[in-house]
């Protein structure tokens, strides 16, 4: 079997999860987000991530809901921050939250340079 390269997630179709996920208020949750968004990901017609997943671990199929959890959550947290970013790019600015408790997802410093990083050393501090 060939080895698939990335997990692939459709903007549009985590847009549109992501806006549900605002309008209701019992589902503003960041981890039934990410859960929502694992089912979409992996089902159905999703036949490379699908693909992925089988090379990633053979027993995906029966991963409890920590482990999509935590294998989905930073994928989808760094999405959702590049398509804010992008929007409050636009005239006029547009601001989307994301679900309630993103910043508790446990996620990881990653080693890239900040926007901070670089302009501290353009400012030579």
């Not at 990633?56 to 029966?62: A, P």
């Not at 398509?83 to 993103?102: A, F, H, K, Q």
Request: glycine share 6%; aromatic share 12%.
């Amino acid at each position: 079997m060939a080895k698939v390269k990335r997990f692939s997630i459709e903007t549009r179709a985590f847009v549109t999860i992501w806006k549900h996920h605002l309008s209701k208020e019992s589902s503003n949750d960041w981890k039934k987000f990410v859960l929502a968004c694992f089912e979409r990901f992996t089902t159905g017609n999703e036949l490379s991530n699908q693909a992925y997943m089988l090379n990633e671990d053979k027993q995906w199929k029966k991963w409890d809901d920590d482990k999509k959890y935590s294998f989905l959550s930073e994928k989808c947290y760094s999405k959702a921050v590049i398509i804010r970013r992008n929007l409050g790019g636009l005239t006029p600015p547009v601001t989307v939250d994301l679900p309630n408790g993103y910043k508790n997802r446990n996620g990881t410093k990653s080693g890239r340079v900040t926007t901070e990083d670089i302009a501290n050393i353009f400012g030579g501090a």
